[in-house]
């Protein structure tokens, strides 16, 4: 389906970007509006270098002074033509009848923004062609006339008529289909069609990764109240589920709210915050002082514990193997009770920070695919392979038998993925406690999240969605060590 419809920086009331924008300036090289070449830059460097798009693209928006409109129009066809990457590449290819890998880098990239642009946004077909074209003759002059003939065949169709060309016939293949249709990769689809049952829902929560995410806060408990930081901000709402969350709305820059500059908040998403503070608040018998996260950086988990740990006269031990992630998280934590150390999570009863049986709480954020992200990286989808699987799995059950080793016996630790893949959730789980000589049992995490949450399911773990929460995936399993 088409995205909602929109209009783009020189957008004229009847639709379509005006086609002056498209004409180059007499007798000299083209000129190239600055919104669609700071997109196509990102795009290029996301391809190119492996850059990250929500690091790139905020940088090049500065550099070029593109802001407002422009900036929004940008943003949408930056994150936009990576989210559509593999149908847009299956349209490119089938237009200009060859492989994608047989197109110049360049000229591959610039067709993705222009074929985006006639398939998902309000942009008049000569606008997106002709301005398409031009940064293609800046690019590599000599295809020009190759970009102009494959842009023509892309918009004699929609969006709708090419899937219907390209999928494969009837139901034969129905995960193929779903997976060109929402542009994921296969095996994407079937990891999420396995966690929610059926490639019905799972299509759902496919289509919930390619809609911009709302930027979500975490007012920090103690620090300052929700309705205060919303107060603060023009148009901010409270989150659904969350006692901590603030929608924010509008756009801009998060980092230069003031109550996020001072550390009373940080930015988070809500299902982040859920599973943080249904550690925090699961039942616990004896001390309740000292509380470990295991995999701390950036910080933002350690920054809401940290916040709750205060208010209750307790402390976090933040641990985070790599060295500048491990400064960020001190960075987000000052001002809070929380001790971070440059360690390796799994040398519990080694590093004489890390005492096994010591600790009343334990937060395994394990590193994982980040398949429950997709819609905040929009690049991530076409770089994640099933091949990261099995280092990710084996890390994160070495780091749970940690947690367990770690934990005081009555202590709890939570497993938290931002993945739904299965052999990241319940699997790591079943295997870390089935190899570990401590013994565990699951306590059932829904009693610790709101009661207003909907469908999450007959417990005792719990699987966030954001087309069922607004949150990202997120995986909570709350363990008790028993002796």
């Given at each position: 389906?088409?995205?909602?419809p929109?209009?783009g920086?020189?957008?004229r ?12 300036p ?9 919104a669609?070449?700071?997109a196509?830059?990102?795009?290029a ?9 929500n690091?790139v693209?905020?940088?090049l ?12 129009f940008?943003?949408e ?10 149908t847009?590449?299956?349209i ?6 060859r492989?994608?890998d ?7 990239d610039?067709?993705?923004?222009g074929?985006?642009?006639l ?25 020009a006339?190759?970009?102009?003939a494959?842009?023509?065949?892309v ?10 060309r ?17 542009a ?11 966690a ?5 829902e ?6 919930a990764?390619?809609l ?5 806060l ?16 023009r148009?901010?709402t409270?989150g ?7 929608v924010?709305?509008g756009?801009?820059?998060?980092g ?5 500059r001072?550390?009373?908040?940080h ?8 599973v943080?503070a ?10 309740d002082?000292?509380?470990?996260d ?8 350690a ?5 709750l ?13 790599a ?6 998280v001190a960075?987000a934590?000052?001002g809070?009770p ?6 390796d ?5 080694k ?10 709480r ?23 392979q ?13 780091l749970?038998?940690a947690a367990?080793?770690?934990v ?13 893949h299965?052999a ?11 190899r570990?000589?401590i ?5 059932d995490a ?6 207003a949450?909907p469908?999450?399911g007959?417990?005792?773990t ?13 995986f ?7 002796a």
């Amino acid at each position: 389906m088409r995205s909602a419809p929109r209009r783009g920086p020189g957008a004229r009331p009847g639709g379509g970007r005006d086609d002056r924008l498209a004409r180059p300036p007499r007798g000299g090289r083209p000129a190239i509006d600055p919104a669609r070449e700071a997109a196509y830059e990102a795009v290029a460097a996301v391809h190119r270098d492996d850059a990250y798009a929500n690091l790139v693209l905020p940088r090049l928006l500065r550099e070029t002074g593109v802001s407002g409109r422009d900036a929004a129009f940008a943003t949408e066809l930056t994150y936009g033509t990576l989210r559509q990457t593999g149908t847009l590449d299956a349209i490119v290819a089938a237009a200009a009848d060859r492989a994608m890998d047989r197109i110049d880098p360049p000229v591959r990239d610039a067709l993705r923004i222009g074929a985006y642009q006639l398939l998902h946004m309000r942009v008049g077909a000569h606008a997106a062609v002709a301005t398409t074209v031009d940064l293609v003759r800046s690019l590599v002059p000599g295809a020009a006339g190759f970009a102009n003939a494959v842009l023509r065949r892309v918009g004699e169709s929609d969006r709708a008529a090419w899937l219907e060309r390209l999928a494969p016939p009837g139901s034969t293949d129905p995960v193929a289909r779903a997976a060109l249709a929402h542009a994921h990769p296969q095996w994407i689809v079937n990891a999420f069609a396995d966690a929610l049952g059926s490639l019905d829902e799972a299509e759902l929560a496919l289509d919930a990764d390619n809609l911009p995410p709302p930027v979500h806060l975490c007012a920090r408990p103690g620090l300052i109240t929700p309705a205060e930081l919303a107060t603060s901000l023009r148009g901010a709402t409270a989150g659904r589920y969350s006692p901590f969350t603030v929608v924010l709305t509008g756009g801009g820059d998060p980092g230069s709210i003031p109550a996020i500059r001072e550390g009373l908040a940080h930015v988070q998403d809500e299902g982040s915050q859920l599973v943080a503070a249904a550690l925090a608040g699961a039942g616990l018998d004896g001390p309740d002082e000292r509380w470990l996260d295991l995999c701390a950086g950036p910080g933002g988990k350690a920054g809401l514990l940290g916040a709750l740990a205060a208010q209750r006269g307790a402390h976090v031990t933040a641990v985070e193997v790599a060295h500048h992630r491990a400064a960020l998280v001190a960075q987000a934590t000052r001002g809070l009770p929380v001790y971070t150390i440059n360690a390796d999570g799994r040398d519990v009863g080694k590093d004489q920070d890390l005492p096994e049986r010591g600790f009343d709480r334990v937060l395994v954020d394990a590193p994982c695919t980040g398949l429950g992200a997709l819609r905040r990286r929009p690049e991530a989808r076409w770089r994640r392979q099933p091949s990261d699987l099995p280092p990710l799995t084996r890390l994160q059950r070495e780091l749970l038998q940690a947690a367990f080793r770690a934990v005081r016996p009555g202590g709890v630790v939570a497993y938290v993925t931002c993945s739904p893949h299965q052999a990241e959730t319940s699997v790591s789980v079943t295997e870390a406690a089935r190899r570990s000589s401590i013994e565990v049992d699951l306590v059932d995490a829904r009693p610790y999240l709101p009661s207003a949450l909907p469908e999450v399911g007959t417990g005792p773990t719990v699987q966030l969605w954001p087309h069922r929460h607004g949150t990202d995936a997120m995986f909570v399993a709350l363990l008790r060590r028993t002796a």
